[in-house]
């Protein structure tokens, strides 16, 4: 399987794993979660509430993302440096790629949002740096972010690990196959690709895991009918910045 998933990944952009981690640690994975949004819940008042924790409105049950994750819940920075996860990781990279950032997103009937079709261009760093080919610069959660060249990208791996089932119904990623080898795409790129190649829809279980470069151009949809759809988001990579620029690790 790993020389058919790598094969997959560089051929196409992505590759699909129906059973990456097994249901235990699944469950450990939402119980640790649920417990970081029961905390951001009763601290939603307060001046130092976590920005990591992601409300699509005021109301405190709206929650559909958290960023910083890595930090935020500890049980995933353990879970993803797991054998079965680097047995997964390190055939696409190499021995020793580290976990650079994390994510967590859902859908709910309260935040049911959709995404249309880009590329992930930004990292997050440790602090601004002014180095040549790195920018534009953002902020996001209080993480400084910017876009590198291309060539550090096209060097990274995106894990997405279902903690629920996701069906056609749930606004599973859809992605555009192949579209991950022409670098960074324009706004007229990406609509050319839109028109002449077919999106392969991204269903998984529970459990499972979809493995991609951040250069795919990927989307989703809002749910059809939306329930709970849990996705750990972890970007990976296997060399050092430059210019004095740090991975926010």
Known sequence: MTNQLRRDIEQHGFALVPQAIAPDIVSALLAAIETTL?????????????????RNSSKSDSIYAIRNLLDAVPAVRDAVQSASIRSLVEP???????????????????????????????????????????????????VPHVQPPAAI???????????????????????????????????????DWCERCAPISCPLP?????????????????????????VVHIEWAAQELHGGLQWRV
Do not use: Y
């Open 38 to 54: 029961d905390n951001s819940r009763e601290n939603s008042d307060a001046k130092d509430s976590d920005a990591s924790v992601r």
């Open 92 to 142: 696409v990279l190499k021995p020793g790629c580290f976990p650079v950032r994390g994510i967590l997103f859902d859908k709910t009937p309260g935040a049911n949002w959709k995404v249309p079709w880009h590329q992930d261009l930004s990292i997050a760093v440790r602090e601004k740096i002014a180095v040549p080919g790195f920018g534009p610069w953002s902020v996001k959660a209080g």
């Open 206 to 230: 529970r459990g499972g895991a979809l493995l991609m470069r951040p250069l795919l151009l990927h989307a989703s949809s809002s749910a059809v009918s939306p329930a709970h759809r849990r």
């Open 153 to 191: 990208l096209e060097q990274m791996l995106t894990l997405r690990l279902h903690l629920d089932d996701c069906d056609e119904t749930n606004g599973p990623l859809r992605v555009l196959p192949g579209s991950h080898q022409t670098g960074k795409l324009s706004a007229a790129s990406i609509r």
